[in-house]
């Protein structure tokens, strides 16, 4: 799921708002939800980006996926190698989307904006 800053800043406010007095013990799992939801602007999560893997998150670890019957304990440490020797085209990839989305974002306003 991609969202943008924008509505990601919106849930969070919600939920801390939701958390009142709480909102502490809340603002953990706020910020682990906006690292790893990924940005429509990049197409990733902040934590790939950072670590070079996606995180599994809680939700995945009680259910069967592809990604947890593949994962075998003797290669992990391989395979986290492998994804930091990845990390600088996976980053230039993402900067390179970000750059098309901006792209965009310029051209949607041009056509919309009018002159006085």
């Known amino acids: 799921?991609?969202?943008?800053?924008?509505?990601?800043?919106?849930?969070i406010k919600a939920r801390?708002?939701?958390?009142?007095?709480?909102?502490?013990?809340?603002?953990?799992?706020?910020?682990?939800?906006?690292k790893t939801t990924a940005r429509t602007s990049t197409g990733e999560t902040s934590f790939r980006l950072t670590y070079g893997t996606e995180a599994v998150i809680l939700v995945e670890v009680g259910i069967t996926s592809i990604r947890r019957e593949t994962f075998h304990k003797e290669s992990k440490d391989e395979q986290l190698?492998?994804?930091?020797?990845?990390?600088?085209e996976i980053r230039d990839k993402a900067s390179s989307r970000m750059t098309k989305y901006q792209q965009k974002m310029v051209e949607y306003y041009n056509k919309r904006v009018k002159l006085k």
């Not at 799921?1 to 849930?11: A, D, F, G, H, P």
């Open 81 to 88: 190698k492998v994804n930091l020797d990845c990390l600088d």
């Open 16 to 34: 801390l708002d939701d958390a009142k007095g709480a909102w502490l013990e809340e603002l953990l799992n706020v910020l682990w939800a906006y």
């Open 1 to 11: 799921m991609e969202v943008t800053n924008r509505t990601l800043l919106k849930i």
